[in-house]
């Protein structure tokens, strides 16, 4: 138990701060995201070079003005919206982001609450999302928002699935649901009695990696996923009619989203805040951030460069993958999982 | 052991098919009537389709065009050889160029007067860069229609060296007002052949890319293969013209059949059909006729004669009397000007047949039964121009 | 494909990975600035002595967007003993630029020489009744016209 902070403090303030940490770290690591990938990487995929001149160096004030402007438009809602709703969904989407933060760990004692179920509270929380998104949709009055809000519960709802048995295989392996538990079992383990690189779950999960990574992308209704927000048949699907402080809200839920995914990703397959061979924990708290937070930019990168690359599946094709190929998939790699656990 | 549904006593052998009854019975959703366009991002401009929808599939579809009618055939009345030439440019504004040759073809036709051997090739040349233009941005802009982001920004990288040829030889970039009846409004500037040569390099290097990017992407082709079957016989029935029914497999190209026009008759080249007469092959066609066209293109450079550019013209220029249809294959298909003429400075009444008029046509029934993502995908390999069919 | 060895989605990713590497074309404009061709249609400049009101640029426009208004004055005769000439004085040249197709029309049929294309591009306005350039303005655009440039290889 080693203390964080250099002073005592009650349980009340522990919690208050904590509470602002995550406040802060949703739209800051959506930020970071968005500008780095959004804005850098996707301009030069693209041969162009994004903003520049926001701030002075490469634009980097660009996505903070963003938000300043949209906190200042005028708040407009169809004359036929049903109004609670149609104001309440992006509330419940961001929701859904932050309460995934309370179990993400980023140093030996910087959790907000180490649940004993950490992974099965993150993934049920986050899919707290899919209501947020038929709010939105419906109470839009729109029939392209309703397209787009079907389009999406469906398919938000069918890569559920594949994105748990991703992370069942994980769980097998580190016998513990605790993220905590699952970082410290990759570092401490052993791959072939080599302990160097301690046991990264992408080497022995790498088909749970690759199943956990296109369920993200499709839990994120990224490309080529993204049939629920086809830019260029419903513009923007049940986000049409939302502008303003509302749509910010919606991208920091997107981004805030894809910044948690990468985050469990690189926590469950890569490691996580955990430097293996690294047993100092006053020094782990203070790099374990830094840590995590490259090896999430890895798990972005690869998230954003398929997104920039791909076109998008139809939604009956989505399905299709979803429930004929990867649902065994994921069955497979849990029963061979298992298998090899028990006997070896 | 027997039921009861309300006072009737129901056997048991008849329940089982009762059973079996309830579950055949679909789910009866009404049709939801949905507005795709005029304003669209999919719809390449003003077009407005009205589908009606069963769930995602389209029951009916309706195109509503005019929303960008200019009055073309009504402009024309009232203006010279010269300012028709120049409002022409702007039906088809991608490849402008090639709007203009028919025209002028058809006036040089009334006047009998021969464009002079290089002012033919030069205006063979230019039509083939608008052509590559028009398609490099299709071939970029299908991508983004079936939601890949970085294909349009590739095709319209690319497409920047062909429009700057096309603005050191003509002086504007989209609409070149080059054509003058006799021949051309100047020559090439100095250098003009070099650069031209290594632009195409750069537009087969642009090819492959796209061909690498898209075309063996395994999603495009799950979203393009079999969507929006074309028959041939049908396709040519509704008018359909271009490389759209090439895709068909009908192998009809006024280049080589209709009546010979610019340099055509002297060049060697190959007429690319496909037999699926799908998006894909759409897709295909046009890639290859992209290549086919730079290959033309440096044809034309290595056969380009010297000689003056323009031929004995009168200062005032007067058509005689008479009528004339020229028709031409444009980048978008069947282009073809009727010119009435009265022996005035004018043409008297110009009928403009536009190729993506009658593509449009077919839409009522190529939408039949396709889901609303593939509508999008459909009308993305149709490829029509709104000023094409608005006039 | 022949060309294509790896499966299509992993050759994709090829593509973007390769073109994040290869740099941007991005001129940042205003910062930086391409030059126009030479031929570039910009803007339309006047020369004022060549131009003597003879309204043929003003009738060929297809838009009617130039407006010219001229008067006719007595001039000394050259000889002694000779006749009173008589020259068009030009007092009204605009080009209403927010009409204006950029054709080419007017500099081609004026048989005198006084409009020239030249490729400046940078006289947008705020306003779009300030886009209606008189002679004097006209006049400043001479100094951006270029020299004609040399013609290909068997032109005549």
Same mark, same amino acid.
């Given at each position: 138990m080693i203390p964080t902070l250099a002073v005592e403090v009650g349980w009340g303030t522990t919690l208050a701060l904590k509470t602002l940490i995550v406040l802060g770290l949703v739209p800051f690591g959506?930020?970071?995201?968005?500008?780095?990938?959004?804005?850098k990487m996707m301009s030069h995929m693209q041969s162009r070079l994004g903003p520049m001149d926001p701030g002075g160096f490469h634009g980097w004030y660009q996505l903070i003005g963003d938000g300043l402007k949209f906190i200042q438009k005028e708040d407009v809602m169809p004359a036929k919206a049903d109004r609670r709703v149609f104001a309440l969904a992006p509330a419940v989407v961001v929701v859904s982001t932050f309460l995934v933060f309370v179990v993400l760990p980023a140093g030996p004692e910087l959790v907000v609450s180490d649940l004993d179920v950490g992974v099965f509270y993150a993934l049920a929380v986050s899919s707290l999302s899919v209501v947020g998104v038929l709010?939105?949709?419906?109470?839009?009055?729109?029939?392209?928002?309703?397209?787009g809000a079907l389009r999406a519960a469906a398919q938000l709802i069918a890569y559920e699935l594949p994105l748990l048995l991703a992370v069942v295989g994980v769980v097998i392996q580190a016998d513990s649901m605790s993220l905590q538990g699952i970082v410290s079992a990759q570092a401490n383990g052993e791959i072939f009695g080599i302990g160097l690189i301690g046991n990264p779950f992408i080497l022995t999960q790498f088909v749970g990696f690759a199943l956990f990574l296109v369920a993200a992308q499709a839990e994120l209704t990224q490309a080529p996923f993204d049939m629920p927000v086809a830019e260029s048949e419903l513009v923007a699907g049940y986000m049409v009619e939302y502008t303003g402080f509302r749509f910010l809200f919606f991208f920091i839920g997107e981004f805030g989203t894809a910044f948690a995914f990468s985050a469990l990703a690189a926590t469950l397959f890569l490691g996580g805040w955990a430097v293996p061979g690294l047993d100092n924990e006053g020094l782990s708290t203070v790099i374990g951030p830094a840590v995590l937070f490259a090896k999430l930019m890895a798990v972005a990168f690869l998230m954003f460069w398929v997104r920039f690359t791909y076109p998008r599946l139809r939604e009956d094709q989505l399905q299709t993958l979803a429930w004929k190929y990867l649902i065994p998939i994921g069955l497979a790699n849990i029963l061979v999982t298992g298998a090899l656990k028990v006997w070896i | 052991m027997s039921a009861r549904a309300g006072d009737v006593e129901i056997a048991p052998e008849d329940l089982r098919h009762l059973a079996d009854a309830q579950l055949n019975v679909e789910l009866d959703t009404g049709d939801m009537v949905l507005n795709l366009g005029p304003q669209h991002p999919a719809t390449h401009g003003t077009l407005r389709l009205v589908v009606r929808l069963d769930g995602e599939r389209v029951i009916a579809a309706d195109p509503v065009i005019g929303y960008m009618h200019r009055g073309y055939e009504k402009l024309t009345e009232f203006r010279t050889y010269p300012q028709v030439t120049t409002l022409i440019n702007r039906i088809d504004w991608l490849s402008s160029f090639a709007n203009e040759v028919p025209f002028i073809w058809g006036a040089e036709q009334l006047m009998e007067i021969e464009a002079p051997p290089r002012a033919v090739h030069i205006r063979t040349i230019l039509t083939e860069l608008s052509r590559i233009a028009t398609f490099l941005l299709f071939l970029g802009e299908m991508g983004l229609q079936v939601g890949a982001l970085t294909p349009p920004f590739l095709g319209f990288r690319d497409r920047e060296h062909v429009l700057n040829l096309i603005e050191a030889a003509t002086g504007?970039?989209?609409?070149?007002?080059?054509?003058?009846?006799?021949?051309?409004?100047?020559?090439?500037?100095?250098?003009?052949?070099?650069?031209?040569?290594?632009?195409?390099?750069?537009?087969?290097?642009?090819?492959n890319t796209l061909e690498d990017l898209l075309m063996g992407n395994e999603i495009f082709e799950l979203r393009t293969r079999s969507i929006g079957i074309i028959p041939g016989e049908l396709g040519a029935g509704y008018g359909v013209s271009?490389?759209?029914?090439?895709?068909?497999?009908?192998?009809?190209?006024?280049?080589?059949?209709?009546?010979?026009?610019?340099?055509?008759p002297e060049l060697d080249f190959k007429v690319w059909t496909h037999s699926d007469g799908d998006s894909y092959a759409r897709y295909w066609v046009r890639l290859q006729e992209t290549r086919e066209s730079a290959r033309m293109v440096i044809q034309l450079l290595d056969q380009l004669p010297s000689g003056p550019i323009m031929a004995k013209v009168p200062r005032i220029i007067k058509v005689p009397e008479g009528e004339v249809w020229t028709e031409t294959e444009n980048p978008l298909g069947q282009m073809g000007y009727y010119i009435f003429s009265k022996g005035a400075t004018g043409p008297f009444r110009t009928k403009i047949r536009s190729a993506s008029f009658s593509n449009?046509?077919?839409?009522?029934?190529?939408?039949?039964?396709?889901?609303?993502?593939?509508?999008?995908?459909?009308?993305?390999?149709?490829?029509?121009?709104?000023?094409?069919?608005?006039? | 494909m022949a060309r294509m060895k790896l499966p299509g989605l992993v050759g994709g990713l090829g593509v973007t990975f390769k073109n994040m590497l290869k740099g941007a074309v991005t001129v940042q404009y205003?910062? *930086?600035?391409?030059?126009?061709?030479?031929?570039?249609?910009?803007?339309?400049?006047?020369? *004022?002595?060549?131009?003597?009101v003879c309204m043929l640029c003003a009738r060929q426009c297809p838009d009617w967007c130039i407006y010219i208004e001229g008067h006719k004055e007595k001039r000394p005769p050259r000889r002694e003993g000779g006749r009173e000439r008589t020259v068009s004085v030009l007092d009204r040249f605009d080009i209403d630029y927010a009409l204006c197709m950029y054709c080419g029309i007017c500099v081609e049929v004026c048989p005198f020489d006084a409009l020239f294309w030249s490729p400046d591009f940078e006289y947008s306005e705020a306003n779009i009744a300030d886009l209606l350039h008189d002679k004097a303005k006209l006049g400043e655009w001479m100094e951006t016209v270029p020299e004609p440039e040399p013609l290909e290889e068997g032109a005549e």
């Open positions: 959506a930020l970071v995201l968005g500008y780095t990938f959004l804005l709010m939105a949709g419906w109470a839009s009055a729109n029939k392209f928002a309703l397209l | 504007g970039r989209f609409h070149p007002n080059f054509n003058r009846i006799g021949g051309l409004k100047d020559d090439l500037p100095w250098g003009w052949i070099g650069e031209t040569r290594d632009t195409m390099r750069i537009v087969f290097d642009a090819c271009g490389s759209n029914l090439r895709a068909s497999g009908v192998d009809w190209d006024l280049r080589r059949d209709g009546t010979p026009y610019l340099a055509y449009v046509s077919i839409l009522p029934w190529l939408l039949r039964g396709v889901y609303v993502p593939d509508v999008i995908t459909i009308l993305a390999s149709l490829y029509f121009i709104l000023g094409d069919i608005d006039r | 205003p910062h *930086e600035k391409e030059d126009p061709p030479t031929r570039a249609r910009g803007v339309i400049a006047l020369k *004022e002595e060549n131009c003597t």
